[in-house]
């Protein structure tokens, strides 16, 4: 005789059965009902899963001020900090669901500090936009004018003189070369892109990313 499927669910690959003590706790762990539908508690488990490891992305400035400010647990941060060093496979699989499981025992207000700090960091700020904007307009602006080039040096007097006029001359070099050939979109070179890492990085000396910021694509 055949026995009947049981009932459950999948969690991040792991069945679930309907009923278990593993339901049960999981339904705990989310403040919700026992009645709770197996489908909206599968999508809050998987999404506390995913904000678990999102955290394993968050810079150390904004995980110091979830600790902080917001009380984030010890056993999270040590947990997240483990996962990091996880190479194996199967090991870090494993310690991502752990994380998950303390995920789901945050208070609501310390999620909605989580996720608030993710967006944070996947926004710039506004003074990182200010100096993105600034950049653009100098090295415009040394391209296009000799002059410019000694009022930048009063901003940065410990600029690379002999380098930097180096790649003002090739940048328009390349810009020439594209507009000697009709119908070609202007595209501009290393050089072009060289100033602007310079201009970046002068004028957010204290930036560890600028070294590494790039500009808008061109269309």
């Known amino acids: 005789m055949s026995r009947k499927p049981t009932k459950g669910y999948f969690v991040r690959g792991q069945f679930i059965a309907e009923g278990s003590e593993l339901d049960l706790e999981l339904k705990r762990e989310l403040k919700g009902s026992v009645d709770m539908s197996k489908t909206d508690l599968k999508k809050e488990s998987d999404r506390l899963q995913l ?4 955290l394993l992305t968050l810079n150390a400035g904004l995980m110091t001020r979830l600790i902080e400010t917001h009380g984030l647990s010890e056993k999270l941060v040590d947990a997240v900090a483990d996962a990091k060093r996880i190479t194996n496979f199967e090991g870090r699989r494993r310690q991502m669901q752990f994380i998950g499981k303390l995920m789901r025992k945050l208070d609501d207000g310390v999620i909605s500090a989580v996720e608030a700090a993710l967006e944070e960091q996947r926004k710039p700020s506004a003074q990182a ?3 993105l904007h600034q950049a653009e307009q100098w090295r415009d602006k040394l ?4 002059d410019a080039l000694t009022r930048w040096l009063e901003q940065d007097p410990a600029a690379d003189v002999q380098h930097l006029r180096a790649l003002i001359r090739q940048a328009r070099k390349d810009a020439q070369a594209v507009t000697e050939r009709p119908g070609e979109a202007l595209r501009h070179g290393k050089a072009y ?5 310079i201009v970046r990085t002068a004028l957010t000396p204290n930036d560890a990313s600028a070294d590494n910021a790039e500009e808008p694509l061109e269309d």
């Open 193 to 197: 892109r060289e100033i602007f890492q």
């Open 143 to 146: 391209v296009a004018d000799d």
């Open 129 to 131: 936009t200010l100096a």
């Open 51 to 54: 904000l678990g490891e999102n």
